[in-house]
């Protein structure tokens, strides 16, 4: 079985998910949703939750968030399964994130129109991290201004070479291959490498 990763970069309610192999091909992309368009206020949750009372908002989002969690976890099963019947084991899935500033308590929130907007995003990231941990695949989280340098440091000689690689084959796939493609499946990459170069240092040892 051929190791692969899924790269993800997350918006308000929807993202796209993109699968890479060791060989630097690039084997699935798609688009995730984690919202249902039917409920209320759709992908913004705590500007729907700012109009309730504190026990009614609390109420509300835990049962978005399990909804949304499921949505997310149905995509990212049937992309596993689909790239297993095609001789692929994802090894892990690299989640790209934010400025990742930590929130304060849900009425400190509600009470504040830019954390409401954080709270979202942080929102639809954290149900892709308890949607992959709950098919038992790894979660490697990558700030997203920083992968460039952080695949520097892991690649190390062989960065430009994957860069180049990896854009070879954004251009032959074709449209859609937007930068949030490109910044997916370069985290994909790197969290492919980083796991395949610790479970042979687990296995010297």
């Known amino acids: 079985m051929k190791r692969a990763a899924f790269g993800i970069r997350m918006h308000s309610g929807w993202g796209v998910l993109v699968a890479v192999s060791d060989e630097i091909e690039i084997i699935d992309r798609r688009r995730i949703a984690v919202t249902n368009d039917k409920g209320p206020r759709g992908n913004q949750p705590f500007h729907y939750a700012r109009e309730l009372g504190l026990a009614e908002a609390e ?117 859609p291959w937007t930068s949030d493609h490109k910044a997916a499946v370069l985290a994909g990459y790197v969290a492919l490498r980083e796991t395949i170069s610790e479970r042979k240092a687990q296995a010297n040892t």
């Open 59 to 175: 109420k509300y989002l835990l049962q978005y968030r399990a909804e949304s969690e499921r949505m997310a976890r149905e995509t990212i099963a049937v992309a596993a399964k689909e790239l297993k019947a095609c001789g692929y084991d994802v090894a892990v899935i690299a989640l790209l994130l934010a400025s990742g500033r930590p929130l304060p308590e849900l009425p400190q929130i509600l009470a504040s129109h830019p954390l409401i907007h954080t709270a979202e995003g942080e929102l639809f990231r954290e149900v892709v991290v308890q949607a992959s941990e709950s098919l038992r695949i790894p979660v490697r989280r990558y700030r997203e201004r920083a992968i460039e340098q952080i695949a520097e440091s892991v690649l190390i000689a062989s960065t430009q070479i994957a860069l180049q690689k990896l854009a070879v084959a954004g251009k032959k796939l074709g449209p």
